[in-house]
């Protein structure tokens, strides 16, 4: 049985009275949840995005206590897929705390051998139940593929290993737009991380979901499964 416990650390406002100088003090609570399942997993990411969507976000997980926890080990209960991007941080997205997601994060998202072993890593040896492949409004990375295939533009450096590995996702299909080109990347690569030895046999087993999910830039992660 996997569990995750998240705390949330409340600030509380005490004010002493007889005191000449007011003076506050800051309280915390813990509030621990058992994550079974993808689905339980599943619904802590959305009800996190909703918080931060509706600019509620917590702290969470951060204080001391918490740090102190993770000497001892860490137990994520998702592995977020996620670009690069600096205006798409999944922790922020989700309102997590350290110690929650496993995030694996490159440009447009693309897997090679060393990103599908750390997604291996955090499904099979963590134990981490669900895995979301994010991709994002206005991703750089899909653009830029999109417009050296569409638009014929040249791609200099390293850069064009990721266009490399981006361009089935618009030449196969076809993409009409940019955003038609990030979602299929988004379905590309999910089936790519399913199609893994190793994360196949976990989904066979039923101890994996893999998922994508696309975030709008207002805030608003959208589940695609």
């Known amino acids: ?73 860490q137990d994520p209960y998702a592995v ?57 409004e206005n991703c750089g990375a899909v653009t830029a593929t999109y417009d050296a295939v569409v638009k014929k533009q040249e791609v200099e450096g390293h850069i064009a290993d990721i266009v490399k590995r981006i361009t089935p996702s618009i030449t196969e299909t076809n993409a009409s737009s940019v955003e038609d080109a990030i979602y299929q990347n988004i379905k590309d690569v999910e089936e790519q991380i399913k199609e893994d030895a190793v994360i196949k046999e976990l989904i066979e087993e039923g101890k994996v979901k893999v998922i994508g999910a696309y975030y709008n830039l207002n805030g608003k992660v959208t589940f695609l499964d």
């Open 80 to 136: 977020i897929v996620g670009c690069s991007d600096s205006r798409v941080t999944p922790t922020h997205l989700f309102n997590a705390g350290l110690g929650e997601l496993f995030e694996i994060r490159t440009a447009g998202n693309v897997l090679d051998d060393t990103t599908l072993g750390s997604i291996e890593y955090g499904a099979e040896h963590l134990e981490t139940p669900l895995i979301v492949v994010l991709g994002h």
């Open 1 to 73: 049985m996997k569990k995750f416990a998240v705390t949330f650390t409340l600030l509380i406002m005490v004010t002493f009275a007889g005191c000449s100088n007011n003076s506050t003090a800051v309280q915390s609570q813990t509030v621990e949840t058992t994550v079974k399942t993808s689905d339980e997993a599943l619904a802590l990411l959305k009800a996190g995005n909703e918080r931060f969507y509706e600019n509620e976000s917590r702290q969470v997980n951060i204080n001391a206590e918490r740090r102190e926890t993770l000497t001892k080990g």
